[in-house]
């Protein structure tokens, strides 16, 4: 049985700044772009969230929501040397490390002779080191995968952990809500919704063909999920499930002939990111639009795999046959052909 620790920053970003200046450490603030400049917020501390500012909402909304906040731009080579310090601390653990972001990741310490080998005295261990040597706190969750340590390090947040033993998972998944596990979004969490499900034990009703039926090789996992099944290991590499580009422009875009004349510089700019990468086969393209009312919606189609400007004009006349709104953003990518039976675990934020 393997022991697993999910180990999460608190509020990272916002926390360097905090710890760098005294003067905010009272103050609701974010990390993020310009409100002038249509910048979005990267990740804001607890003060903040109590007004509603939240990671990947626009910049002047969060000056709305909070007319007090003060917006702090990103220092992110700061912010990469904290977590390179953070991931030496680890690795005096275990080798066996999956970085999911600068701030986040899981450990497999099922053969750590630390602490007479207890996952949990090691992850409060890791936490009062991190603290220590970097004055930052950290959330950590502990269980015998990687789904039940990441749920399990929401439990105490921040500078907290929880641990979901072997004999409590059955308890612990029959109260869980749908909605918590990961990879599953607003539209994923309709549908279930609308089966009359809301809890994970609610979910372990629903035959797994049913799940199938209505969600694909998607249906398999929840169904696994749902009873805190998950056999993936930890990786020691990250892999990209997509490759993709995006830009916020400073005026909207008023029609399908505006968004068609920045779309070559968008394909130029994946093209670059895919020649710098080795990768597997693409699978898919897809087109990413958000409406100026912050509404977005994705055009994906798997029989194309050459990601030229004629594969994408019109999956973007698709998107925008959508809304009658203007554009503040317009993305495109590819999906990379792992073929890995699983959700997607998370989304990339850019600057």
């Given at each position: 049985?393997?022991?697993?620790?999910?180990?999460?920053?608190?509020?990272?970003?916002?926390?360097?700044?905090?710890?760098?200046?005294?003067?905010?450490?009272?103050?609701?603030?974010?990390?993020?772009?310009?409100?002038?400049?249509?910048?979005?917020?990267?990740?804001?501390?607890?003060?903040?969230?109590?007004?509603?500012?939240?990671?990947?909402?626009?910049?002047?909304?969060?000056?709305?929501?909070?007319?007090?906040?003060?917006?702090?731009?990103?220092?992110?080579?700061?912010?990469?040397?904290?977590?390179?310090?953070?991931?030496?601390?680890?690795?005096?653990?275990?080798?066996?490390?999956?970085?999911?972001?600068?701030?986040?990741?899981?450990?497999?310490?099922?053969?750590?002779?630390?602490?007479?080998?207890?996952?949990?005295?090691?992850?409060?261990?890791?936490?009062?080191?991190?603290?220590?040597?970097?004055?930052?706190?950290?959330?950590?969750?502990?269980?015998?995968?990687?789904?039940?340590?990441?749920?399990?390090?929401?439990?105490?947040?921040?500078?907290?952990?929880?641990?979901?033993?072997?004999?409590?998972?059955?308890?612990?998944?029959?109260?869980?809500?749908?909605?918590?596990?990961?990879?599953?979004?607003?539209?994923?969490?309709?549908?279930?919704?609308?089966?009359?499900?809301?809890?994970?034990?609610?979910?372990?009703?629903?035959?797994?063909?049913?799940?199938?039926?209505?969600?694909?090789?998607?249906?398999k996992r929840l169904y696994e999920l749902a009873r805190g099944i998950d056999d993936r290991p930890v990786r020691t590499e990250r892999i990209a499930r997509s490759v993709s580009v995006e830009n916020t422009y400073a005026n909207d875009l008023p029609d399908l002939a505006a968004c068609t004349a920045r779309l070559p510089a968008l394909v130029e700019s994946l093209h670059r990111r895919l020649g710098r990468k080795k990768r597997p086969p693409i699978r898919a393209l897809f087109?990413?639009?958000?409406?100026?009312?912050?509404?977005?919606?994705?055009?994906?189609?798997?029989?194309?795999?050459?990601?030229?400007?004629?594969?994408?004009?019109?999956?973007?006349?698709?998107?925008?046959?959508?809304?009658?709104?203007?554009?503040?953003?317009?993305?495109?990518?590819?999906?990379?052909?792992?073929?890995?039976?699983?959700?997607?675990?998370?989304?990339?934020?850019?600057?």
């Amino acid at each position: 049985m393997r022991k697993i620790i999910h180990v999460d920053m608190d509020c990272f970003f916002a926390a360097i700044e905090m710890r760098d200046d005294p003067l905010l450490r009272s103050r609701p603030i974010a990390v993020g772009g310009d409100p002038q400049r249509r910048g979005v917020i990267a990740t804001a501390n607890y003060a903040a969230r109590t007004f509603g500012v939240k990671s990947a909402i626009a910049s002047a909304y969060a000056m709305r929501l909070c007319p007090q906040l003060i917006i702090v731009p990103p220092r992110m080579q700061v912010y990469r040397e904290e977590s390179q310090k953070i991931r030496a601390i680890f690795e005096r653990y275990t080798d066996q490390i999956e970085p999911l972001s600068l701030d986040e990741a899981f450990l497999d310490l099922t053969h750590t002779p630390h602490h007479s080998g207890s996952a949990t005295l090691c992850a409060r261990a890791i936490r009062e080191a991190i603290f220590e040597e970097t004055g930052l706190t950290a959330s950590a969750g502990v269980s015998i995968n990687k789904f039940l340590a990441k749920v399990a390090s929401e439990i105490n947040k921040p500078d907290g952990q929880a641990v979901v033993a072997p004999h409590q998972i059955g308890a612990f998944m029959q109260e869980l809500p749908v909605k918590a596990i990961p990879g599953v979004g607003k539209v994923t969490a309709r549908s279930i919704h609308d089966m009359g499900v809301k809890t994970c034990g609610d979910l372990q009703r629903i035959e797994l063909a049913e799940l199938i039926r209505r969600f694909g090789k998607r249906g398999k996992r929840l169904y696994e999920l749902a009873r805190g099944i998950d056999d993936r290991p930890v990786r020691t590499e990250r892999i990209a499930r997509s490759v993709s580009v995006e830009n916020t422009y400073a005026n909207d875009l008023p029609d399908l002939a505006a968004c068609t004349a920045r779309l070559p510089a968008l394909v130029e700019s994946l093209h670059r990111r895919l020649g710098r990468k080795k990768r597997p086969p693409i699978r898919a393209l897809f087109v990413k639009v958000k409406f100026d009312d912050f509404r977005q919606t994705t055009v994906e189609r798997a029989e194309l795999t050459e990601p030229t400007l004629e594969s994408y004009a019109p999956l973007l006349a698709e998107a925008l046959d959508r809304s009658e709104r203007q554009v503040r953003l317009l993305g495109v990518g590819v999906r990379l052909d792992h073929d890995y039976d699983h959700l997607p675990q998370q989304l990339e934020l850019f600057f």
